[in-house]
T-cell receptor, first 112, second 115 residues
Framework: SQWGEENLQALSIQEGEDVTMNCSYKTYTTVVHWYRQDSGRGPALIILIRSNEREKRSGRLRATLDTSSQSSSLSITAAQCEDTAVYFCATDGGSAGNKLTFGIGTRVLVRP | NAGVIQTPRHKVTGKGQEATLWCEPI?????VFWYRQTIVQGLEFLTYFRNQAPIDDSGMPKERFSAQMPNQSHSTLKIQSTQPQDSAVYLCASSRTSGSAETLYFGSGTRLTVL
């Protein structure tokens, strides 16, 4: 899972498989963002889940949020090669107007 | 909409030189953020502006880093007396408002290499 002093995690899967990555955060958050970053590009938002939601879906993406354990997960169903990227979670530290703090990221490689 | 534009894409400086990085946010966005990305530290928040006013610079190294937003169409990050440890990708992002549920739109970054 992401956060703290952990190194960047790496996952390698076959095309068509499902993949889940986890994010643990240290302080209360009103929202969890999930971004993906392609090589040479800036991160781009793929899904956002608010603290009053337990699950959010968008196409092949599913995000979950467990505020009691301060953790979130992102799942990709039937991964495609184009899903290869680094995925970050980000939280706001509990203030709706606060800046986002990003996790260390999970590198996902989808093999053909 | 061209997105957030950062220039230059790559910058190489010698130790002790100054580096100025430029960011043009998306038109109409009121919040501009600067982050620094390294392999070791990941994405680190540096500073952000709302309606051109500095709001939070808690991530800025105090002595050599400064950021400005002189008008709504651009922001600059200046690093004086650059050091090798300043080598990183500097990312600028803008959002419609500064609310934390707002999407951050990132530029492609400026890769700074300090020799």
């Amino acid at each position: 899972s992401q956060w703290g002093e952990e190194n960047l995690q790496a996952l390698s899967i076959q095309e068509g498989e499902d993949v889940t990555m986890n994010c643990s955060y240290k302080t209360y958050t009103t929202v969890v963002h999930w971004y993906r970053q392609d090589s040479g590009r800036g991160p781009a938002l793929i899904i956002l889940i608010r603290s009053n939601e337990r699950e959010k879906r968008s196409g092949r993406l599913r995000a979950t949020l467990d505020t009691s354990s301060q953790s979130s997960s992102l799942s990709i169903t039937a991964a495609q090669c184009e899903d290869t990227a680094v995925y970050f979670c980000a939280t706001d530290g509990g203030s709706a107007g606060n800046k986002l703090t990003f996790g260390i990221g999970t590198r996902v490689l989808v093999r053909p | 909409n061209a997105g957030v534009i950062q220039t230059p894409r790559h910058k190489v400086t010698g130790k002790g030189q100054e580096a100025t990085l430029w960011c043009e946010p998306i038109s109409g966005h009121s919040a501009v953020f600067w982050y620094r990305q390294t392999i070791v530290q990941g994405l680190e928040f540096l500073t952000y502006f709302r309606n051109q006013a500095p709001i939070d610079d808690s991530g800025m190294p105090k002595e050599r880093f400064s950021a400005q937003m002189p008008n709504q169409s651009h922001s600059t990050l200046k690093i004086q007396s650059t050091q090798p440890q300043d080598s990183a990708v500097y990312l600028c992002a803008s959002s419609r408002t500064s609310g934390s549920a707002e999407t951050l739109y990132f530029g492609s970054g400026t890769r700074l290499t300090v020799l």
